[in-house]
């Protein structure tokens, strides 16, 4: 039977922990793929910050060869080391620089601070007159380097803004309309501060 693993593909057996905790106390994904290149960016993080480690020795090559689960056991100890030494940002942008592609687990308020994601238009401000003030909306990553290829440009219908206009698309009558609206079989509710109806 295949099971659901926390932050991993689900598999018929139970694979190693993804997630490590930096010094900061925020949970990280911080996971290797199996390549070459991605091994050699953690044994020269690991380096950088001074951890001791056995990833670039002979014995443990020969350890990979004898053993892949004892291999993928430390690794994932240095990798869980490594992410202890640092508060979040700072292990994230370490990673990054290696090009080990391990990011903090975040909160979805936390996002709209983020340099990178404001830099790309991930967040698109909409105007709220019933609030009186913006909010902001998700949009894209994806860009073409001057404009995201999808962005909100208004705000999140009302309960029953639309309705009308849905049913009369529908060519429902009128009459047939405020029948069911009597009935409260629909909500119809306009864009207005107050709950006016069309």
């Known amino acids: 039977m295949v099971k659901r693993q926390t932050a991993r593909h689900a598999a018929v057996s139970i694979t190693q922990f993804r997630l490590s905790q930096s010094s900061d106390r925020v949970d990280m994904l911080a ?98 007159p019933e609030l009186g003030r913006d909010l902001r909306y998700p949009g894209t990553v994806a860009s073409d380097g001057t404009a995201p290829h999808m962005s909100f440009t ?16 529908f060519r429902i009558a009128p009459a047939q309309i405020e029948s069911l609206r009597r009935q409260n079989l629909i909500v119809d509710r306009a864009p207005a501060t107050t709950a006016t109806r069309s």
């Open 31 to 128: 996971s290797l793929s199996p390549f070459e290149r991605e091994a050699r960016a953690l044994a020269k993080l690991a380096d950088q910050a001074g951890l001791e480690h056995v990833l670039n020795t002979p014995e443990f090559a020969q350890l990979e060869k004898e053993d892949r689960v004892a291999a993928f056991t430390y690794r994932n100890e240095i990798v869980q080391q490594l992410v202890a030494m640092f508060p979040a940002q700072e292990i994230f942008e370490r990673a990054q620089s290696v090009g080990l592609a391990w990011s903090p687990i975040r909160r979805p308020e936390d996002n709209l601070a983020d340099p990178h994601l404001n830099a790309r238009g991930t967040f698109a401000s909409i105007h709220h």
């Open 154 to 169: 208004r705000r999140a219908p009302f309960l029953g803004e639309h309705t009308t206009q849905v049913l009369r698309k």
